[in-house]
């Protein structure tokens, strides 16, 4: 993974922690959609493991269940 990628990463998780410590579910859903595009794109150009894909992808799909 390079520089630029966890940078991106860094950015939408830092945003959606912010809107989770203000219980604000409509832009937590909003980023972690955002998320799963990145992530997507992500792997598409081998910019992400296999692996760290599934978690993260993962870990999104029960975040946004969780905040919907």
Known sequence: MNEESVRSL????????????????????QHMRGLKVLLEHQRV???????????????TDELIEEWQ
Do not use: R
Not at 12 to 26: C, M, N, V
């Open 10 to 29: 860094q950015t939408h998780l830092t945003a959606i922690s912010h809107y989770e410590d203000q219980e604000d579910a409509d832009k937590v859903t």
């Open 45 to 59: 150009n081998d910019l992400i493991t296999e692996d760290a894909f599934n978690v993260l992808n993962t870990y």
